[in-house]
């Protein structure tokens, strides 16, 4: 029950079941894998013992071997993957630098393109989350959105350049246009709305909601700022 169709796909194949192969070198190193969809130029070519994956476009899962669950869509995408399990990546080169990563979603070209070994990583939009490499329970969501962290843990990134400059923060929201988009290593701040908190640099637990929000707070601790423009002067505070 294999469908092969191009030069050399599904070529390894002996008692793999309900396999597809669709373009040159396509699954060509599946033996005993089953139910993999692979269609493009070597879509999956590295699977051997692979089990319910579906790469396609050029290359992409293509240093796959054994993983599991893994959906990769477009040319590159999720092309590092080695033993990974449960990843998604659509969109050239999504994710296409993760080796053992788990449980990932990267949509957009380059989402997640940094990500190495980074578990319950998200990101939507091209370039989201794009510096994740071993960062951990990121949701980045918009164009370049967190796209500089690299080890953080549990941000979450929604809107163009939201947490655009962040690194090692752990636990910070920022939702809108240029929230907290300056801060670097900073701790538990939450930014709702276009520019809310978007000066904080090493300021750690604050909060600020509406537009503009504790917009020229640079590294105040604990102040909480609701309301259009709310605290908009303030710089240094705790």
Excluded: F, M, P, Y
Excluded at 143 to 159: E, L, R
Excluded at 162 to 175: D, P, Q, R, Y
Excluded at 180 to 185: E, N, R, V
């Amino acid at each position: 029950d294999n469908v092969a169709i191009g030069d050399d796909a599904l070529l390894a194949c002996t008692t793999g079941i309900e396999n597809i192969g669709i373009g040159g070198d396509a699954g060509t190193g599946i033996t005993t894998g089953s139910r993999n969809i692979t269609i493009g130029k070597a879509a999956g070519d590295a699977l051997t013992t692979g089990i319910d994956n579906v790469a396609i476009g050029k290359n992409a899962l293509g240093a796959a071997t054994i993983v599991t669950d893994c959906i990769c869509i477009g040319d590159e995408a999720g092309a590092g993957l080695t033993t990974g399990i449960d990843n998604v990546a659509i969109g050239g080169d999504a994710l296409d630098a993760c080796t053992v990563g788990t449980d990932n979603i990267a949509i957009g070209k380059s989402a997640l393109g940094g990500v190495t070994t980074g578990i319950n990583n998200v990101g939507i939009g091209g370039g989201a989350g794009l510096a994740i490499t071993t960062g951990t329970g990121n949701v980045t969501i918009g164009k370049d959105a967190g796209n500089a962290i690299t080890t953080g843990v549990n941000n979450v990134a929604v809107g163009l350049d939201a947490l655009g400059a962040e690194t090692t923060g752990v636990s910070n929201i920022a939702i809108g246009k240029d929230a907290l988009k300056a801060q670097a290593g900073a701790t538990g701040n939450i930014g709702i709305g276009v520019g809310a908190g978007d000066a904080l640099t090493t300021g750690a637990d604050n909060v600020a909601i509406g537009l503009n929000a504790l917009g020229a707070g640079t590294t105040g601790a604990s102040n909480v700022a609701i309301g259009t423009s709310a605290l908009l002067a303030l710089t240094v505070a705790t």
